[in-house]
């Protein structure tokens, strides 16, 4: 793939259809309320519940919406597994952090798109019930946007932000928005209600690989003043491309499938007012609705011709795999900043690619580096809120494979010397242990006790733990 095609989902969709079992065709016509996600729950993988495991990206050609219109295209499944996603940037999973990294120390401003050279948009009237947005349960608020990536440009900075949230609709022209407390989104928002106006948005769904995994990276590894939309375009080899919204003034993505055009407004409504739920998250739990939240009123959506409805299935290895590379890239980077001699870092889906990290080591070198491993490690459990266990392994361990980390954890781990545990630290409170009620020694809901299991083999006893080859014959 060239780099300028790399922000274009259909082209990544073409270079799954020569490898096999990486894309599935779902021709029969199936609803977007639980059509969707009980048709692909098989291949969710965990957090999703068993029976499950990772599987291929499936398109469901033909969709029918809630409003009753025509059947369009729904994607679920691409980041399905990291592999997968990896190899949709033409790389692996153990180089695509450092590729992240890389782009955030050397980004490629986005440019205007040149007239002919982009996708012919069509405007459709400000109808979300035409769409084929998915209802996951019986218990869930409504249709949600899992995977729409907002663009807006602060007010008092000029800054722009590319952000995935979590998006409910609530009728043909409202959307309601949750955003982190804190994030870049928040603070244009509120800079826009200052100046008593709305805030401008564009919605996006349906985008290529570089610009959805660089809109995933954690504030720690893209902070405030650095545009998401850069680091995408050093991450996919080309700058991205951007064009006037129809409705709004504000800028859109010009690849991208559908835009949904639309300003914030400050007023805000129940998530749920039938139920206390939302719809699953992505540690495999039900979703609490919150009593009150910000609202997108859309006014336009634009959509390419046979435009291809991404999302993903809440819990589930796709959210994991999105979630996880970028921080995978933060905490690399912090090893760095420390000079440990980390060579990878994995992220594992189990955590919702954000709770356990897997850290491999290079070989000590003396057994000073017994105490760098540990002190490195716990550094990672502070400066990191989301991550709840730590485990450390050895070069010799894949830390890709389920079983050798669990191998690892049984033949080179003595719970009494090799666990250490971090109690009452700051947390993540959609874990459900994370409260009083679950543990008194947690002084608040979102706080936690953390733990790092060392796996790594002792410098003095390192001769003991050789894992022999089978000889070539």
Known sequence: MTGRRLADLRTALAGLDPMPGELVREREEVPARFGVSSRYAKWAGTPAPPPTGPGPAVLFERVGPSGGATSRAVLIGLYGTRR?????????????????????????????????????????????????????????????????????????????????????????????????????????????????????????????????????????????????????????????????????????????????????????????????YATPEFLGYRGRAHPGLPTVRVTGITARDGA?????????????????????????????????????????????????????????????????????AESVLEEFRMAKLVVSVDEDVDIESDADLWWAMTTRLQADRDVAVLPDRL???????????????????GRTAKAHFDCTVPHALRDRFHRPRFTES
Not at 198 to 214: D, E, Q, R
Not at 427 to 445: E, H
């Open 84 to 276: 997968r996603a990896a190899a949709l940037l033409g790389t692996t999973p153990a180089e695509l952090p450092h590729r992240i990294l890389g782009a955030v120390a050397a980004p490629v401003p986005p440019v205007r798109s040149r007239g002919g050279r982009e996708p012919v948009r069509t405007l459709l009237a400000p109808d979300l019930t035409a769409l084929p947005v998915p209802v996951l349960t019986d218990e869930d608020a409504g249709p949600y946007l899992t995977l729409g990536a907002v663009l807006a440009t602060d007010p008092d900075t000029g800054v722009r932000n590319l952000s995935v949230h979590r998006m409910c609709v609530q009728g043909p022209d409202r959307l309601s928005i949750w955003m982190v407390p804190g994030r870049d989104l928040e603070a244009a928002h509120l800079a826009a209600r200052r100046r008593g106006a709305n805030l401008p948005v564009a919605i996006h769904v349906g985008l290529g690989p570089a610009v959805l995994l660089s809109s995933c990276c954690p504030t720690s590894l893209v902070p405030p003043g650095v545009d998401e939309l850069a680091v995408a375009g050093a991450l996919g080899g080309a700058p991205v491309e951007l064009t006037d919204c129809r409705t709004v003034a504000t800028e859109c993505i010009a690849h991208a499938e559908y835009v949904i055009e639309g300003e914030l407004v400050g007023d805000p409504e129940p998530e749920n007012p039938q139920g206390p």
């Open 427 to 445: 947390g993540f409170p959609l874990d459900p242990t994370q409260s009083p009620a679950y543990s008194p020694t947690v002084s608040a809901d």
């Open 308 to 376: 291809i409805f991404q999302t993903v299935s809440g819990p589930g290895h796709e959210q994991s795999v999105l979630l996880g590379f970028g921080m995978e890239a933060a905490v690399l980077a912090r090893l760095r900043e420390l000079d440990a001699p980390a060579k990878a870092v994995h992220c594992h889906t189990a955590g919702g690619g954000q709770l356990m990290v897997v850290l491999q080591w290079r070989p000590k070198r003396s057994p000073a580096d017994d105490e760098t491993v540990r002190k490195a």
